[in-house]
């Protein structure tokens, strides 16, 4: 009994981990866009928004290790670089985005102050907090996570028990494609990837005397609870959004329209409600970030608090320019890194997933190469016109859908192992 509570109290940290209320603006939306589509854009949404974070919280369980310890394999120095970057983007990108959300749905419509001040106001307090580490933190993450989660299933309830709607054609032409692409944006495989270094550390910490096999389990049962929470509350969302896609204006944008389904469900004072725990939710996501962010660069720099307190100041100042734009404009500039982090990001997790002897460095360094310079022309099609990138298209199959890297990479996988097979046969050492 003392096991599965712990699994339970595990898996509802992690969810609390991955739970970012800058998250929940996405899923409604891809609804209210696909439709009569929407269980289409679900499967491709929820595949890299909760299965992906799933296999990269399995890997941790098999590695036992850090963010640092999936690129080991192609090497310290790309291992230590992949890293550096996925630690300054979640600083750039989506720690800003929490203080335009918060601007967006929890203070520009009820005292329309300027975003600037918000975010100046905003990442003062992240300072504070993140410097000094207070238990506020906990009890927020403890307690505030579950309230927003049962807000948010009492809307989707209402949603889905509430008046039929005709559901309006969705827009996109590739809809699991859409959806998958879309779940870049939440940054889940990202989170998996350095929550679940996070959590192999304390249970490190708090079992040391747990076996290697105990540990797996618990990682895995709780990384279970976790995603299954995420799953629910996505797919819910993505199917309101749908319901609604024929009742509000087809230009809304995202952080509206999450306040319009609260409206529409829950009257005006559950959306003040809402407005307020989000905003409280952004807040303790952002200062997780911050602090993950500068414990990274702390270590890196041999335990220096001095760093630590640098990182943090120039992260916040970082927040304070960055969160003052948008919402759509943070999202639209996280598509250009999230094209080249993404593919990098999804191979290091399957790779450590497979058996030892069908990944060994050279299959490691093989396949992250080519996921790398098959991801150019994704990025490319979002800087120069798509026309002059025909060739490319009609050469890499999914190139067109911004997926070229898939193929090459799975062939590199199979072509490298083919050949260490042979040799294998023949007699040839290999590594």
């Not at 797919?235 to 329209?257: C, H, Q």
């Not at 409600?273 to 989000?278: N, R």
């Amino acid at each position: 009994m003392n096991r599965l509570k712990e699994t339970f109290v595990l898996g509802f940290a992690m969810f609390a981990s991955f739970f970012g209320a800058g998250n929940l603006i996405l899923p409604p939306m891809l609804g209210f866009n696909s439709g009569n589509e929407w269980w289409k854009v679900s499967i491709g949404f929820l595949l890299s928004a909760t299965v992906i974070p799933l296999l990269a919280l399995f890997g941790h369980a098999k590695l036992q290790g850090t963010l640092a310890d999936f690129g080991k394999k192609v090497s310290h120095r790309f291992a230590i670089v992949y890293s550096i970057c996925v630690y300054v983007i979640v600083i750039i990108l989506p720690a800003p985005r929490t203080a335009a959300v918060t601007h967006e749905m929890s203070v520009q419509p009820y005292f329309g102050t300027s975003p600037l001040l918000t975010s100046g106001v905003y990442f003062s307090l992240v300072f504070l907090f993140a410097v000094n580490r207070g238990v506020v933190l906990d009890i927020l993450g403890k307690y505030l996570t579950p309230i927003i989660g049962i807000i948010l299933l009492a809307i989707i309830g209402l949603g889905i028990y509430g008046p039929e709607t005709v559901l309006q054609p969705g827009i996109y032409s590739s809809p699991i494609i859409g959806g998958f692409l879309e779940g870049y944006q939440t940054y889940d495989a990202i989170a998996g990837l350095v929550v679940g270094g996070i959590v192999v550390m304390s249970i490190n910490n708090s079992h040391s005397k747990m076996t290697n096999r105990d540990k797996n389990l618990l990682i895995g049962r709780s990384g279970m609870v976790a995603m299954m929470g995420l799953f629910v509350i996505y797919l819910g969302l993505i199917y309101i959004g749908s319901k609604y896609n024929a009742v509000f204006d087809p230009e809304i944008s995202r952080t509206e329209l999450l306040s319009a389904l609260s409206t529409e469900t829950m009257g005006k004072t559950g959306t003040v409600f809402l407005a307020v725990l989000v905003a409280l939710s952004c807040f303790t996501t952002a200062v997780s970030i911050v602090v993950g962010a500068a414990d990274f660069f702390k270590e890196l720099m041999g335990n220096s608090q001095k760093v630590y307190t640098i990182v943090v100041g120039t992260s916040c100042l970082i927040g304070i320019f960055m969160g003052q734009f948008e919402v759509k404009i943070i999202i639209d500039l996280a598509v250009y890194v999230l094209m080249f982090l993404y593919p990098i990001s999804i191979v290091l997790i399957l790779l450590n997933l497979c058996p030892e002897k069908f990944a060994p460095k050279i299959v490691f360094r093989t396949v992250v190469f080519l996921a790398i310079l098959f991801s150019i022309p994704d990025f490319l099609k979002f800087v120069i016109p798509v026309d002059n990138l025909e060739f490319v298209y009609r050469s890499i199959p999914f190139s067109r859908d911004a997926l070229g890297w898939v193929l090459p990479a799975f062939s590199g996988f199979i072509l490298v192992n083919l050949i260490l097979w042979i040799k294998g046969r023949s007699g040839s050492a290999v590594e």
